[in-house]
Structure formats: structure tokens, C-alpha cells
């Protein structure tokens, strides 16, 4: 290769454009599979380059220096935990790296410190130590069981040892925002919101009663939540009640709110004042009439007296059956003299049946709204024609249904309280508005 490339580069130096054509013949040559080597050899040898020497002067930054004489200022330390069920005190001590035999006798033979791992776990404490890691300062703090107010423990050095007082202040309520788009489910995707997980299940209860969102939430689709945290000293100890949501979903917005009558049980509403909890069931047929009642009865196939457990609606083959309110169905198939059979579960420990399906649509797992189709009325399992035998049940017991499928719907809030609750509909349009806002600049 030497041999070869020798003659070419006599050439090449007696030419003006030596440095261009070098180069140009380096990148022919790697194009073409010879090596790196022996391109790089065309160029100069670097150890044959001059070589410079700068020296500048450098003026070095003002640095101050302590003094014999001047103070120390001490180094404090920080660290926070949360109490567990199995902690001692010397446990809990040694995690947070607190090595004080004087501070850990004290908290064990202490009154008022015993409160510390006493009751329930999950109590804050925040530290304080020295850089001997002796304690400086033990803070803790837990809600009371009023929900209205919370303790606080403070331990920390004085004349004659460590002393301690137990202090009772008002919880402080403050309102946090939340958003999160659906990649595969509710639950996955609070959580990927960073949720608390008592708020997590409030969200997902109230989108089960809402009877106007017709399937599950998909990807793509998006919530938007509104919810109250309890905090002490600045310290969120724990979370209140979910105070608005909003679910977006195939671009349709439907948004409640939590509110609470004077002297009267709080509930979830629509922002246009629809109660969640009333109109619970609709009927499950259209233009269907009652051919067996609940109660006791002559049975039509067995000809004996025996108590009916739910309702018979006679209806054509083929009628559609929709379910009469949100929930999950819990069993889709056969079910001994049922015939095709589904069952629903609702929130409050509710479900409602239906049987002698001639088809069902469903299947188990499946959640439904209010309205969504479970099937269609026929005449399988032990039935003399084609009818929907209905149950409603509460807490595993047939219910009379009739009644409550009879009640006409109307607007839940009293106009005695119809101010409040617009005032408050519209300050709740603005937070969830707010939290849509946040989701949006987030994704920027």
C-alpha cells in the first residue's frame, strides 16, 4: 500500500490544491473500504506541528477566611417520616437517624409523648439533630377523630433535660386540582395523577352513578378533579371529600360537584342541580306493562303458592333491556331456571337482576350505565312466554321494584337553596377550568 501511495503523493505536494485534493482522496478511499489508517496517513504529522506556550496573569476571586475568634455557626438536620404500626421508639429513632439514649428514654417514659405510637400509625414527625446526631427537636403532628382539629407533640431540649407539651390546633382545609388523561384505565391513570387513594375511590364512585356517561372512560379520554386536604403547620396530615369532578370523554364534558343542605345529608350533584342518588332506577322496558307483581303468588309452570321476588314485564321477543342504573355486571350467562340471566352491581351495596334473556349483550366485568343495553327479552330457564323478570335488590334482599321505577324525575335542589347552590356551581365550573388549564400547560 505504501509503494502504491508514495508516487501519488510526490504528485500531490508539487500541485497548488494539494490540501484539497488530500482530502478529497481520504474520503475516496474510506468510501471505498481501505482503512482509516491509511488516509490518515496522507495528513501531517501532529508531533512536527509548533507548538505555543500563553501565559496570562489570573486575578483570583475575593475568599473571606474565619478567624480563630470568629463564631461557629452549627449545622442543623432535617428529616421527616411517618409512623408505622410496628414502630418502637427506639425503631423509629434509629430510622430517622437519631442516636440518643437521653431523648429515646425520654420519649418512652413521657406522658404526654407516649401519644406518639399510641392509636393509630401514620402520625408526621419532623426532626431536628445536630451533626452528633443528637436530637434537637421532635415535632409531630396527626389529625384528631373529629376531623375538625389536630394534635401537636413538640420534645426538645431544656435546663434539665428534654421536656414536652401537647398542643390541640384547628385543622386548616385547603382546596387541591388534579388532571389526568386515560391510557388504559381510571384507577392506573389517578394514580399516575398522584391521587390519594381515598380520593381515588371517591372519583371512581362517583363515575359509576353517573347515568348520562354511557360506557367506560378509554384512552383518550380525560378527568378532572377538585378535592379539599387537611393541614397542619403547612402539612397535608390527610385528605377530605372529593368536592368536583368533571369527565371528558369521546369530547362530551359532564361535571358534578359535592353539596350539602343545611341540616341535610350532603350528595353528589350535575352542575345543573341533578341529584346522582335520586332517580335511581329507570325502567328496564319501554311501554312494557306488569304481568306478574312482587310477592306472594300462584306460580304459573308449578301451580303452587310461592313468594315472587321480583317483577315480570311482558313484552315481544326481541324488546330491548337496558339497564336501570350504573354499575358492573357481575354475572352474564346461564343460570339454572333463570335462563339467560344478567346480573348488576351498584353502588350502596344495590343490584338489579334480569332473566329469560333470549340474548344478552354484556358480559362479566363490564361496566354499564344507566340506559346501556344488556340484552333482549325472550323465554329461556323456566318461563311460560316471553317476559324480563326483574329483581332489586339491596344488600342481597328482593325489593319491591314498581315504585321506585314509577317516580317522576325532577330537579333535586329546593328553591330555598337554589342561590347557594348556582353560586357554588359556578365557582366549581371555574376550579375544574382552572385544573383543565393546568393539564394543558403541563402537556406544553
Request: charged share 20%; no cysteine.
Amino acid at each position: 500500500m505504501k509503494r502504491l501511495l508514495n508516487p501519488l503523493v510526490s504528485v500531490l505536494q508539487g500541485n497548488p490544491h494539494y490540501r484539497q485534493l488530500t482530502v478529497a482522496l481520504a474520503a475516496l478511499m474510506l468510501a471505498s473500504g481501505v482503512t482509516a489508517y491509511s488516509a490518515a496517513t496522507l495528513l501531517p504529522d501532529a508531533t512536527t506541528l509548533p507548538v505555543r506556550q500563553l501565559i496570562e496573569d489570573v486575578t483570583p476571586l475575593a475568599t473571606s477566611t474565619l478567624s480563630d475568634g470568629d463564631p461557629v455557626v452549627p449545622m442543623t438536620f432535617y428529616r421527616s417520616e411517618i409512623t408505622r404500626r410496628s414502630d418502637s421508639v427506639n425503631t423509629l429513632l434509629r430510622r430517622m437517624g437519631v442516636y440518643s439514649s437521653a431523648a429515646a428514654n425520654f420519649l418512652i417514659r413521657d406522658t404526654a409523648s407516649r401519644s406518639l405510637l399510641a392509636g393509630s400509625a401514620g402520625k408526621f414527625v419532623l426532626i431536628e439533630t445536630d451533626a452528633q446526631q443528637q436530637l434537637q427537636r421532635l415535632t409531630a403532628r396527626w389529625p384528631s377523630d373529629d376531623g375538625v382539629q389536630f394534635s401537636r407533640l413538640v420534645v426538645e431540649p431544656g435546663a434539665k433535660g428534654y421536656t414536652s407539651r401537647l398542643e390541640m390546633e384547628p385543622l386548616e382545609r385547603s382546596v387541591r386540582l388534579a388532571s389526568a388523561t386515560i391510557q388504559s384505565s381510571l384507577n392506573a391513570a389517578a394514580k399516575d395523577a398522584e391521587l390519594p387513594k381515598l380520593i381515588a375511590t371517591q372519583v371512581a364512585n362517583v363515575f359509576s352513578r353517573m347515568t348520562d356517561v354511557r360506557d367506560g372512560l378509554s384512552a383518550g379520554d380525560s378527568f378532572r378533579v377538585v378535592y379539599e386536604t387537611l393541614e397542619a403547620d403547612g402539612e397535608v396530615l390527610s385528605t377530605g371529600k372529593l368536592l368536583g369532578a368533571e369527565f371528558v370523554q369521546n369530547g362530551r364534558q359532564h361535571q358534578v360537584m359535592w353539596f350539602q343542605e343545611p341540616g341535610q345529608k350532603g350528595s353528589y350533584y350535575t352542575l345543573d342541580g341533578q341529584n346522582l342518588d335520586r332517580n335511581f332506577l329507570s325502567p328496564p322496558l319501554e311501554n312494557s306493562k306488569v304481568s306478574s307483581g312482587f310477592g306472594m303468588r300462584v306460580h304459573p309452570v308449578f301451580g303452587e303458592s310461592k313468594a315472587h321476588q321480583g317483577t315480570d314485564f311482558a313484552s315481544p321477543a326481541g324488546t330491548p333491556i337496558r339497564s336501570a342504573a350504573g354499575g358492573i355486571v357481575t354475572f352474564s350467562g346461564w343460570k339454572r331456571g333463570y335462563g339467560k340471566f344478567v346480573l348488576v352491581k351498584h353502588p350502596n351495596q344495590k343490584a338489579t337482576a334480569y332473566a329469560h334473556l333470549s340474548s344478552i349483550q354484556v358480559r362479566k366485568g363490564q361496566r354499564v350505565a344507566q340506559g346501556d343495553l344488556l340484552g333482549t327479552v325472550g323465554k329461556t330457564g323456566t318461563a311460560t312466554g316471553p317476559n324480563l323478570h326483574f329483581e332489586y335488590l339491596v344488600k342481597g334482599r328482593p325489593q319491591d321494584p314498581v315504585d321506585i321505577t314509577r317516580q317522576p324525575t325532577e330537579q333535586s335542589i329546593p328553591p330555598t337553596v337554589r342561590g347557594d347552590f348556582t353560586r357554588l356551581a359556578e365557582t366549581m365550573r371555574q376550579q375544574l377550568g382552572a385544573a383543565s388549564l393546568m393539564a394543558q400547560a403541563s402537556a406544553e
